[in-house]
């Protein structure tokens, strides 16, 4: 980050993460946006066969993916609660078919863990109940400018059980609701389902707080 940039956010109201016009009021969101941010929750449709079935919580658009991006990438955790608030409209309506289940967030990579500093997906599940983040990243690649077939491959070779965090939730017998950010392809999501599934965990479905359409 640039001095100025930094000095900026020291001292100046922060402004909107949506509209970036509006200061916050709050929450990180002028009430506009605030209110605008409304769930609109639809089963995903994924490209890459294997992948368990995704509902997302919104289309990635307007305000939804302002507010997304912001919270990942430049660290603004103060719209965790609002994201959050969508994501458990999603996981909701999964809940519903899988009672008993487990949240199961993918993890960043270990380059974007290190850079942004916390992981986004598993702060978001915190505080949605019974949560075990039982994947971990091994050094994927960035998925952009990658082939779907390319993508897949990526994200096979980059993802891999906590073996003891695996072992505990197959033996539990609940099954897991797999937890992204963002489902373009479903690559990731069916690489984390198929770890998953090899280490003895059903996974029924999945839960995006936004999808690409
Ligand atoms: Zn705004």
């Known amino acids: 980050m640039r001095l100025v940039e930094a000095l900026n956010e020291l001292f100046l109201p922060a402004a909107c993460a949506a509209c970036r016009e509006a200061p916050a009021a709050g929450r990180g969101l002028c009430e506009a946006c605030a209110a605008a941010l409304t769930a609109d929750v639809r089963l995903a449709t ?9 509902v997302a919580a919104g289309a990635y658009d307007g305000p939804l993916a302002e507010a997304l991006n912001e919270y990942k990438e430049r660290r603004r955790r103060e719209l965790a609660p609002a994201l959050a608030a969508l994501l458990r409209r999603a996981v909701a309506v999964v809940a519903e ?28 599940c915190a505080p949605m109940g019974a949560t075990s983040r039982c994947l971990r990243a091994g050094p994927r690649p960035d998925s952009v400018g990658l082939t779907p077939a390319q993508r897949l491959r990526a994200a096979r070779a980059g993802l891999a059980v906590v073996p003891r965090r695996a072992a505990a939730l197959a033996d539990s017998g609940r099954p897991a609701i797999l937890v992204d950010d963002i489902v373009t392809t479903g690559a990731t999501l069916s690489a984390a389902a198929a770890v998953l599934r090899r280490a003895g965990v059903a996974v029924p479905a999945a839960v995006a707080v936004a999808r690409v359409e």
């Open 97 to 124: 078919e899988a009672p008993g289940a487990v949240l199961v967030p993918v993890p960043p990579t270990r380059a974007a863990r290190r850079e942004r500093g916390f992981d986004h997906v598993a702060s978001l």
């Open 46 to 54: 994924p490209r890459v066969s294997g992948t368990p079935p995704v």
